[in-house]
């Protein structure tokens, strides 16, 4: 139904309220000690409700003020509208897990979600089975664009861009760590500079490049890598790992579960490489979403008890 502003020209909220309080309390000074308003303040508003609705609303009887058959239905159809505006204004809405139904678009990486969701949708659903968790592939790098146009309402990233309108809270400082496939080869853990540069490399990167801050590193030091494959995917480096002599290097949350899935090797990088951090980003817009803010603390609470 589309309101008709017009209708609304003569309508002053305080009016309505003083009319409520009025129908209760059948007394004008009684109404206004409630209304915390002097007696010739809720007289004067009276005189405007009986002008506005053409009623003399309530008629004097010995010491009280008796509603009209108007005024009864006014009361009648009014309360439950006054009632359910005070919830709207003043109630912020309560978020119940278990019964609560939403649907939250998250974005990230194929890595973070393979290094996060295995453990948090089975504990998600536990908890509250009506949420439903809406991935969709995003980098870092269009991150803050897509939840600034709503096509996210959170994203889990390792962007550090800021903007006046973003939210942006730690979930973990993370390194980067180093895989290979012992079939494919026979190096000892922790590697050296020179035999990490002196191996062929698989890099993802989001943006085409063929080098990164690893090659910066590395020059500085007069060591130089091969990279021979690029690709967006971290989700490729496992299968290309089992069946090339090649090295990957990767968060450290995918370490443990791909080296028991693929059997693969692991050790740190032998360069000062410093930890990046994963975060989780949303607009300021969405502070007051009961569902997402749950969602939210439910994200941080899980990455804190994995360690």
Avoid at 56 to 79: K, N, V
Avoid at 247 to 265: H, I, M, S
Wanted: glycine share 4%.
């Amino acid at each position: 139904m589309t309101i008709k502003e017009s209708d609304f020209r003569k309508i002053d909220l305080n009016l309505l309220i003083a009319f409520a309080v009025l129908f209760r309390e059948q007394s004008v000074s009684l109404a206004a000690d409630k209304l915390h308003l002097g007696q010739p303040a809720v007289s004067g508003s009276l005189a405007r409700l009986r002008e506005m609705f053409d009623d003399p609303l309530f008629i004097r009887s010995g010491h009280r003020m008796q509603p009209t058959a108007r005024a009864t239905e006014l009361h009648t159809e009014l309360m439950p509208l006054l009632e359910q505006l005070q919830s709207a204004l003043f109630q912020q809405a309560e978020f119940h897990p278990a019964s609560a139904k939403a649907t939250i678009t998250l974005g990230m990486t194929d890595w973070v979600e393979m290094w996060l969701m295995p453990q948090l949708l089975p504990a998600l659903r536990a908890q509250a089975p009506g949420v439903r968790l809406n991935v969709v592939a995003s980098d870092p790098f269009t991150d803050a664009q897509r939840l600034e146009g709503g096509d996210l309402d959170m994203a889990i990233s390792v962007a550090n861009q800021s903007a006046r309108w973003m939210e942006r809270e730690l979930l973990t400082p993370m390194e980067f760590v180093t895989l290979w496939h012992p079939s494919q080869l026979q190096l000892a853990a922790p590697l050296s500079a020179e035999i990490y540069a002196a191996q062929q490399h698989v890099l993802v990167s989001y943006r085409e490049a063929t080098s990164s801050h690893i090659d910066t590193v590395l020059a500085r030091q007069n060591l130089k890598r091969e990279i021979n494959y690029t690709t967006p995917h971290f989700s490729a480096l496992p299968g290309l790992l089992s069946m090339m002599p090649i090295l990957a290097t990767v968060p450290q949350g995918l370490c443990e579960n791909w080296q028991k899935t693929w059997g693969l090797c692991c050790s740190p990088v032998p360069l000062d490489i410093a930890p990046f951090e994963v975060a989780l980003l949303w607009h300021q817009r969405h502070n007051s979403d009961a569902a997402l803010m749950w969602v939210r603390g439910f994200i941080k609470r899980m990455v804190s008890e994995r360690g």
